[in-house]
């Protein structure tokens, strides 16, 4: 859906477009920052776990992290409200011009940002160009390393290898990869809508983090679709976007405390 | 399994047979697992690209809460929320979304095998263990030992096996089974319950209905993490911060530390450890002078401005949270953890309790009742103290128990070390592990008869509070076994058949699924069901279809605590053992728990406070550490009178200076790859201290710190540039 920027009225144009057509919102009066949504998706996108030591270089493979920072000193010291911090799928993203691979391109028809494992050449010039620093590079293949597996007669076993979901790619070393929002949950929602000859319904499925998490902080939904709950959240008056004065569009809405 | 009919072939005679209702009824017990196929050979019941899903329980911690687990091809994908189970509506905690780690975890015991006691499983004395052989060796240590001589340990979960234990023990005339979680230790359940009973008469637990309430006032209860039933009671804080449009609740929390729970609280109050109580009183009196009226005869002898003086809270923060108190419509207050773990634990509670009754909030929404008793359960059974536990541990080492059972609990890591455990085992000659990881416990045993993990296990699980119906959660493999492995509960029922008589006798049963039903059969016909059926095996097969049975409505008791504020309540000074200038504070990893260290992804989640990954951390007010020329990732030696370890420093700046403080969930020295040599366990340093309760007083040590000359890194997911102006010179 591209904008000629020519044209008159592009300015509101933009605007509308800037509301996306999947989007979240995030409740931080409410997160209590028990990492049920960063255990969700791990288990949800075949995440690897990298081990204490590649940990400590910071390469852990987190698609969602829970953020929190102290303001104040002891007595008067205050954990600021936790914060998930996932990829916000921009409408003006950062990392998509920098891929000289364009690994990174936006979906036209979901609008969000897509990442392609078997272009991506591993150049991570987009996670460093990324602001929010929510894109995680794979050092090492993971899932394969021998420590995770049991000697069964001579062959290497690998026990997590059953768990894998089938919908989601398992990535290799050298690849660049960040959160999905769950395509393939939207992709399986949009088909079986499809076959019913409907259309999907709001809340009718939603991403693994906003399922588990406990308090209901995390809602997804079509932002396009006034009537949805995730837009009505978005549009209160406590509704804030992050780096937003870099003008990239974020798709996520976090909603302060009060 | 070859020769019984598969759930496959049950299938296809089910749909020749035209009893195809909504609703299958009568399998066998071999007909309900699930097998996992080869792609080449699928069942029918599966289709290319399309799920199967299987409600059951999690078995993570022993809150209950219902899963739905989605598997493809026989192997278990993920785990999500039964979205009706009233404990968690759909939701579940980062535990529970990591169960499937347990489940295809490299470490699990494949098959049973008898091995020397403190090698590894590898080095087996028998190597041709089979199934009828262990069923043998079970049959002969019910027959050949006196039945007072036999002791049975139990974990907090599940519960139907630990009914059939109980029913096992009763008929035979053994000691009843002993359950001990290190939760139930860490969050003071014994002192909890004997508070409630001192106030209502009854040995129940307190439902806390904190989504309805508009103050919040927590004295160390880490409700937010681990504490009871920790994903209800999130959806209660949920619900008390944005569930009104027209208020959002307050919330308070006194403690020494931030921990996960205190900083979502809108106001922290670091108290001096072993004060709470006093707070609590003084909170009291002030509140009761604002409202006017009378002084209730229990805040009546308390003298705010010591307590002030006395626990580090100054007077105007007294004043303005009693204010709070006064004008609230409905105000809670909720004693647990560390506030209740010392030796006016006790004391502790019952003051806390009292300023609910102050605010008369018993019975009503965002009050304190009583938690209904879950379907088929007589009355509470709460799990054991660590008193009783150590009562267990002298009897073991006075040579009273003969052969000792063990399932879901592994005490030598659990338990405090100063109790002694790991030596009181050697005094018993025989020890059955029944654990499905090789944990330390499991490595002292004689035998290891390993039982499935719970996404392959029947059962049922009752919810014990943090919901207001009464809930009993149902548990059906989602997967076939992945080893040779085999249910507790069918072993003990055939080694009763083989061993005759009166044990034959106590569990006339042919398989566990039978035994399950017997239980469920009481509740055809029970009121207010959210379904029933005519008879057995319809009612079951709901029971799995739906992950259980539950009421519609609440049954929380309405507590009647008429004569709570009548008489004068004390509270005594705390007392606080060894003779180091540091209060010492130990409290259970929010994401680890007692038994998640065998999981990586748990070990890769943050501390959501630290977001130290794969490791025990001392956490270290940096003034303190400054003082002390102690920086970041620093090793230090933290002396208690129990016992010593050495664990890396973190500076964290939101906990009392006088105070270090440790996770409990690391430190083991077996439990598979991902636990085995990781990180230190801060139960070595508790000393064996009771209160009235029975409860360890966990929270009433002082320990010395030492220097080391180590430095470890701990990874963690925080920069650390930037962090106390760390590392920007050299940037």
Redesign the interface.
């Known amino acids: 859906m591209g904008i000629d920027l020519n044209l008159v009225g592009a300015k509101g144009a933009i605007a509308e477009e800037a509301e996306g057509k999947w989007g979240m919102v995030i409740?931080q009066?409410?997160c209590?920052?028990?990492?049920?949504c960063?255990?969700?998706c791990?288990?949800?996108n075949n995440?690897p776990?990298?081990?204490?030591?590649d940990?400590?270089y910071?390469r852990?493979m987190?698609w969602i992290?829970?953020?929190?920072f102290?303001e104040g000193?002891?007595?008067e010291?205050?954990?600021t409200p936790?914060q998930p911090m996932l990829c916000q799928q921009c409408g003006h993203a950062p990392c998509e011009p920098v891929c000289p691979v364009f690994a990174t391109p936006h979906s036209e028809a979901e609008q969000i940002n897509l990442q392609v494992y078997n272009r991506c050449v591993g150049t991570r010039y987009c996670a460093n160009n990324c602001p929010y620093q929510v894109r995680s590079f794979n050092w090492r293949d993971y899932h394969t390393q021998p420590?995770?597996?049991?000697d069964v007669d001579g062959q290497l076993v690998?026990?997590?290898h059953?768990?894998?979901?089938?919908d989601v790619t398992v990535r290799r070393r050298g690849v660049m990869e960040k959160c999905t929002f769950c395509i393939q949950r939207i992709h399986t929602a949009q088909d079986k809508a499809k076959s019913e000859g409907r259309e999907v319904e709001d809340g009718e499925f939603t991403t693994?983090c906003a399922?588990?998490?406990?308090?209901?902080?995390i809602t997804f939904g079509r932002m396009d679709d006034h009537e949805s709950l995730v837009s009505q959240l978005a549009h209160q008056k406590h509704g804030v976007k992050h780096l937003e004065e870099l003008n990239t569009l974020p798709r996520i809405t976090y909603l302060k405390e009060? | 399994m070859s020769e019984n009919i598969s759930r496959r072939d049950f299938l296809k005679l089910a749909t020749v047979g035209a009893a195809t209702s909504a609703v299958l009824t009568g399998c066998g017990p071999s007909s309900r697992y699930i097998k996992r196929e080869p792609y080449m050979e699928m069942p029918e019941y599966t289709y290319n690209g399309l799920s199967t899903y299987y409600a059951t329980t999690c078995r993570e911690c022993a809150a209950g809460c219902g899963l739905v687990v989605r598997t493809m091809q026989g192997r278990a994908i993920k785990v999500e929320g039964n979205a009706s189970n009233p404990v968690n509506l759909g939701k579940t905690c980062a535990r529970g979304q990591a169960t499937l780690h347990g489940l295809y975890n490299p470490d699990r015991v494949e098959n049973p095998l008898k091995h020397a006691r403190g090698t590894s499983i590898e080095i087996r004395i028998d190597e041709s263990v089979t199934w009828d052989d262990a069923i043998q060796v079970v049959a002969d240590a019910l027959k050949n030992n006196d039945p007072s001589e036999i002791g049975f340990l139990m974990g907090m979960a599940p519960d139907h096996l630990f009914d059939l234990v109980s029913d096992l023990a009763a008929s035979i005339g053994a000691p009843a089974p002993l359950r001990y979680g290190a939760l139930s230790m860490f969050e003071a359940r014994a002192t909890l319950i004997k508070a409630s009973e001192n106030l209502f008469g009854q040995a129940a637990l307190p439902f806390f209905d904190i989504a309805n309430a508009d103050l919040v006032l927590s004295f160390g209860a880490n409700f937010l993490e681990t504490w009871l039933s920790p994903v209800a009671y999130t959806r209660g804080f949920a619900k008390m911060r944005r569930g009104n449009p027209k208020r959002r609740g307050h919330f308070i929390q006194f403690e020494s530390r931030i921990s996960q729970t205190a900083a979502k609280a809108d106001e922290w109050i670091p108290l001096l450890p072993g004060t709470e109580g006093l707070v609590a009183l003084a909170i009291g009196r002030l509140a009761a002078e604002a409202k006017g009226g009378a002084i209730p005869k229990a805040f009546a002898d308390v003298n705010p401005r010591e307590v002030a003086s006395m626990s580090d809270v100054s007077m105007e923060k007294l004043e303005h949270i009693a204010q709070l108190v006064a004008e609230a419509e409905s105000a809670i207050a909720i004693p647990g953890g560390s506030a209740l773990g010392l030796n006016n634990g006790l004391q502790a509670a019952q003051a806390v309790l009292a300023l609910n009754a102050l605010v008369d909030n018993f019975g009503k929404p965002g009050g304190v009742s009583l938690s209904p008793l879950a379907p088929n359960e007589d009355e509470y059974h709460r799990p054991a103290s660590a008193q009783e536990m150590n009562e267990f541990v002298g009897k073991m080492k006075s040579g009273g128990v003969k052969v000792l059972f063990v399932h879901g609990v592994n005490p030598i890591f659990e338990l405090p070390a100063s109790l002694g455990f790991a030596d009181a085992l050697a005094s018993v000659p025989q020890v059955i592990s029944f654990a499905t990881f090789p944990d330390e416990t499991a490595l002292q045993a004689d035998y290891i008869f390993p039982d499935h993990h719970g996404l392959e296990s029947w059962g049922y699980q009752r919810s014990a509070t943090g919901v207001s119906q009464s809930v009993l959660s149902g548990a059906q493999p989602a997967v076939s076994p992945n080893y040779d492995t085999r249910a507790t509960a069918d072993v003990l029922l055939a080694a009763a058949q083989m061993a005759g008589g009166k044990f034959a006798e106590a569990l006339p049963f042919k398989d566990e699924v039978e035994f399950i039903q017997s239980k469920l059969v009481n509740l055809i016909g029970e009121a207010d069901g959210f379904f029933s059926a005519p008879e057995i095996n319809t009612f079951s097969a709901y029971f799995q279809q739906h992950g259980g049975w539950w009421k519609k409505s609440s049954e929380l008791v309405a507590a009647s605590a008429s004569s709570a504020l009548d008489k004068s309540l004390q509270v005594e000074a705390a007392e606080f053992a060894g003779e180091g200038e540091y209060f010492f504070l130990p409290f259970v990893a929010p994401t680890l728990g007692e038994a998640g260290a065998n999981k990586p992804w748990l070990q890769e989640l943050p501390d959501p406070t630290t977001t130290v990954m794969w490791n025990t951390w001392v956490e270290m007010n940096p003034e303190t550490a400054h003082h002390e020329g102690i920086e970041n990732d620093d090793v230090i030696k933290i002396v208690s009178e129990a016992g010593e370890v050495e664990a890396p420093v973190y500076l964290y700046p939101a906990i009392r200076p006088d105070t270090v403080a440790m996770p409990f969930g690391q430190g083991h020295t077996a439990y598979g790859r991902y636990a085995a040599g990781r990180g230190v366990n801060p139960a070595n340093l508790l000393g064996s201290h009771f209160n009235e309760a029975g409860d360890l007083t966990f929270a009433g040590m002082k320990v010395k710190i030492e220097k080391t000359a180590r430095k470890q890194i701990l990874s963690r997911l925080e920069s650390r540039i930037g962090v106390y102006n760390e590392g920007l010179e050299e940037h």
């Not at chain 1, 209590?32 to 049920?36: E, F, M, Y």
């Not at chain 1, 420590?147 to 049991?150: D, I, Q, V």
């Not at chain 1, 399922?211 to 902080?217: E, I, M």
């Open positions: 409740d009066d409410i209590t920052g028990c990492q049920a960063v255990a969700a791990a288990m949800e995440l776990f990298v081990g204490e030591e940990a400590a910071g852990t987190h992290r829970v953020e929190r102290w000193a002891y007595p010291i205050k954990a936790f420590f995770h597996a049991n690998f026990p997590f059953n768990q894998f979901n089938p693994a399922q588990a998490c406990p308090a209901n902080a009060g």
